[in-house]
């Protein structure tokens, strides 16, 4: 069993940037891949990027590659994204979510083909325009 924290969420201007945190209980967290998620009000939930158990490969969806940076640090159980020039479209719950297996391509995590085992509560991002 994993338990999931998220942290980091707030208030930003459009333009701006923010550090997510998602620090996982146990002493299980490299063995796991790591992906953040997001969902705004009224939309269905969306893949943001992922990352391996070392941190060696990463996979962002096309809307926030080159913006978006995800990072882990196994040491301290704690996977990160840094999000950068945000935009208001992007008010969002974001969510860490944990697994077993490292898709080859970012294409499964958005068709939803690649499925995470335990997922945190969410923290709340809001740009403001």
């Known amino acids: 069993q994993v338990q999931l924290v998220e942290s980091g969420g707030g208030l930003v201007q459009a333009g701006g940037s923010l550090r997510l945190s998602c620090e996982a209980s146990?002493?299980?967290?490299?063995?796991?891949?790591m992906a953040w998620f997001r969902q705004a009000p009224g939309k269905e939930r969306e893949f943001v990027a992922a990352?391996?158990?070392?941190?060696?490969?990463?996979r962002y969806s096309d809307v926030v590659k080159g913006r978006f940076a995800i990072s882990r640090d196994n040491a301290k159980n704690t996977v990160y994204l840094q999000m950068n020039s945000l935009n208001p479209e992007e008010t969002a719950d974001y969510y860490c979510?944990?697994?077993?297996?490292?898709?080859?391509?970012?294409?499964?995590?958005?068709?939803?083909?690649?499925?995470?085992?335990?997922w945190g509560k969410g923290t709340l991002v809001t740009v403001s325009s």
């Open positions: 990352i391996d158990w070392s941190g060696g490969s990463t």
């Open positions: 979510a944990a697994g077993t297996k490292f898709c080859s391509t970012s294409y499964y995590y958005t068709q939803g083909q690649c499925g995470m085992d335990y």
């Open positions: 146990g002493r299980t967290f490299s063995r796991y891949s």
